[in-house]
């Protein structure tokens, strides 16, 4: 397998800019999982899900953020309006069962 | 809530040489898994080793070892006969056994190799 896929692997955009991140998670897994790095705040979840469904979203700092999951093979994380604060690196990650957690490479968004 | 700390922001260890990298953790359940990840210069997070917290013995994978002391609610992590290719970010991760998806990341901890 090839790993979780994320892409792209870096995306430079202006605010008010609407900016889609996506992600493949390993074939079988049942979990997927976003989360967002920074200096400052380090590793946070921003949301989860369980079979497709959203799970818990509460680490999602607000509505310009939107997580979906159509099928078992691909989840997009969109923000709109995107906004200077929102550069980081946004990682995808998959398990089975909740079991071990692997990561993609991440995205490294930067918004001007 | 749980937390995890690591407070060694920075640690450098010659090549060849032994490191151990600290963490410590605070919860209040009795069965958890604990986890070290490895993050190089690539960004990807690499899973290194994981616990259970039910099992005593310390987990191993090949130059990798962690001393779990569950009273002190430590979780360290040494790396043996240091490789060039061991200079990352590593980070130390708590998750709860009652809710799989619940995973607590430390700080993390800057790991140089010097030749």
């Known amino acids: 397998d090839a790993g979780v896929i994320q892409s792209p692997r870096h995306e430079v955009t202006e605010m008010g800019q609407e900016v889609t991140l996506r992600c493949k998670p390993i074939s079988g897994h049942d979990y997927l999982f976003w989360y967002r790095q920074t200096m400052m705040r380090g590793l946070e979840l921003l949301i989860y899900?369980?079979?497709?469904?959203?799970?818990?979203d509460s680490g999602m700092p607000e509505d310009r953020f939107s997580a979906k999951m159509p099928n078992a093979s691909f989840s997009t994380l969109k923000i709109q309006p995107s906004e200077p604060r929102d550069s980081a690196v946004y990682f995808c990650?998959?398990?089975?069962?909740?079991?071990?957690?692997?990561f993609g490479s991440g995205t490294q968004l930067s918004v001007l | 809530a749980q937390t995890v700390t690591q407070s060694q922001p920075e640690m450098s260890v010659q090549e060849a040489e032994t490191v151990t990298l600290s963490c410590t953790y605070d919860t209040s359940e009795s069965d958890y898994y604990l986890f070290w990840y490895k993050q190089p210069p690539s960004r990807q997070m690499i899973l290194v080793i994981r616990?259970?917290?039910?099992?005593?013995q310390n987990a191993t994978e090949n130059r990798f070892s962690v001393n779990f002391q569950k009273a002190a609610k430590s979780f360290s992590l040494k790396i043996s006969d240091s490789q060039l290719g061991d200079a990352a970010m590593y980070f130390c991760a708590y998750r709860s056994a009652y809710n799989n998806n619940d995973m607590r990341f430390g700080a993390g901890t800057r790991l140089t190799v010097k030749p």
């Open positions: 616990q259970e917290a039910y099992k005593q």
């Open positions: 990650a998959s398990s089975y069962r909740g079991e071990k957690l692997f």
């Open positions: 899900f369980n079979n497709n469904v959203p799970i818990d």
